[in-house]
């Protein structure tokens, strides 16, 4: 009998303070052991699927009750919904579009660090015999960043749902997780115009009437020394932006007909926020703008969805993003 047929999953396992099940999963049974066999490619978590004969998506997924056939296969049930949350947060996902670094914390107390070098202390002049070699000044934040705890109740009963087969609930999950990337963006979005705490906005860059490619420049040349990689904008804004003459150039053009990537002439990737304020575009170099505070992943009621008390059982992700460079975003304001 192979390893995974024989663990016993039981509520503790979700106890395991910065771990998921399929975290525990793993250790007690690691895919490596399955290389070359029928099993290869499957986690931990999608071999205990397979071992209670749980099909999750298809033609012929099962009913949402066939996880609770015994108290192994129950147990499961909370790690499918964090599962199913996170499939729909990374398909609405664009925070790693933005993001430099990612940082995971046990805690809900973080203090990011930076570097603020004087204008002189930016060039690397030639260093004379003898002389002092500049120096750049890594520090804590003053500040801790701001943790935002973001989530939805699933508001359902079990008499409900065990007779909904599973790809539905699946992507009814999804669209949760969905909802909960777009209000992650709003966080990121304000985090960029308004900084995280530590006296560090966006500098703001004024144009009026219409946004035209003149703008365009002038937001790349503010950025620099950093490369305007990636800009933001809202949807009336967006619509400007691609109907723009110049975005017929060969290689946005043909980018956008081919892929559904937007990108600028400039070659900046383009990132539709609907949230954003309608007379704001940002610029900003993703290699070093923000950082994204993680505490935990993706959280549920273990306890109410392993005993079947879906109704207000609550799923939650905590994040939180830090600005590790001010100078790398830029906010434009037309009028």
Not at 74 to 80: Q, T
Not at 211 to 220: A, E, F, G, H, K
Request: hydrophobic letters at 40%; glycine letters at 6%.
């Amino acid at each position: 009998m192979a390893k995974f047929e024989t663990i016993k999953i039981e509520k503790g396992m979700y106890a395991n303070k910065g771990k998921s099940l399929t975290d525990i999963l793993e250790e007690l049974d690691p895919s490596e052991n399955y290389k070359g066999t029928a099993l290869e490619g499957l986690d931990a978590f999608q071999r205990q699927l397979k071992r209670f004969d749980i099909k999750v998506s298809g033609k012929s997924s099962d009913r949402v009750e066939k996880f609770f056939d015994n108290s192994d296969s129950a147990a499961l049930f909370p790690e499918y919904v964090s599962r199913a949350v996170a499939v729909g947060m990374e398909r609405s996902d664009v925070i790693p579009d933005i993001v430099a670094a990612t940082t995971r914390i046990d805690g809900m107390d973080y203090r990011s660090i930076t570097s603020d070098p004087s204008d002189d202390k930016t060039t690397f002049d030639i260093v004379k015999e003898t002389a002092t070699i500049p120096e750049t000044v890594i520090k804590t934040q003053g500040s801790l960043i701001s943790l935002n705890k973001r989530g939805r109740i699933l508001s359902a009963s079990y008499e409900a749902l065990r007779f909904q087969r599973l790809d539905l609930f699946t992507v009814m999950l999804s669209q949760i997780g969905m909802q909960i990337a777009r209000e992650q963006l709003k966080d990121a979005v304000s985090v960029i115009l308004n900084g995280d705490g530590n006296k560090n906005p966006a500098e703001v860059i004024s144009a009026t009437g219409d946004i035209d490619y003149t703008d365009l420049v002038s937001l790349w040349a503010g950025l620099a020394p950093h490369e305007l990689n990636t800009i933001l904008a809202p949807t009336a804004l967006m619509q400007k932006l691609l109907a723009l003459p110049e975005m017929r150039d060969a290689s946005a053009g043909l980018t956008f007909h081919g892929t559904g990537s937007m990108i600028t002439p400039l070659g900046a990737k383009l990132i539709h926020v609907p949230s954003m304020d309608a007379n704001t575009i940002i610029g900003l170099d993703k290699n070093c703008s923000l950082e994204l505070v993680e505490s935990g992943g993706v959280i549920t009621d273990y306890d109410k969805l392993i005993d079947r008390q879906l109704e207000r059982a609550a799923i939650s992700i905590t994040t939180g993003f830090g600005k590790i460079c001010a100078s790398a975003s830029k906010a434009m304001k037309l009028s």
